[in-house]
């Protein structure tokens, strides 16, 4: 249960960087109600999910899921660049947050 609520804490967090986007877009109620929403769910996730997964793996796992999937949303909703090198880093901070989990 700790590791779906880790997971679903770097989710929110993509959700919280969507509002951020949508704040600088286009201000509304919404998009600050996407934003401070996205963001407290997904400290309330991570604070629950580290009670038994060790600091360091739990916050590696929920970065790695924000940064990869706020670049995967920027590429594939927001129009940005969808380059080589990119996806190779993305794919990197991958393999990365799996050895982290694999040897903790």
């Known amino acids: ?12 967090e993509v ?12 201000p509304s ?3 600050y109600a ?8 997904s400290f309330i996730l991570l604070t629950i999910s580290m009670k038994e997964i060790a600091m ?12 990869v999937g706020s670049a995967l949303v920027g590429m594939l909703v927001y129009g940005e660049p969808r380059d080589t090198l990119r996806i190779a880093c993305i794919a990197l901070v991958i393999v990365s947050v799996a050895g982290l989990k694999l040897i903790g």
Do not use: D
């Open 15 to 26: 959700v919280g960087v969507m509002g951020i986007t949508q704040v600088n877009q286009k």
């Open 34 to 41: 996407v934003l401070i929403g996205g963001f407290t769910l």
């Open 56 to 67: 360091g793996t739990a916050y590696a796992v929920w970065t790695g899921i924000g940064t």
């Open 29 to 31: 109620l919404r998009s």
């Open 1 to 12: 249960m700790t590791w779906i609520s880790l997971i679903l804490a770097g989710c929110f």
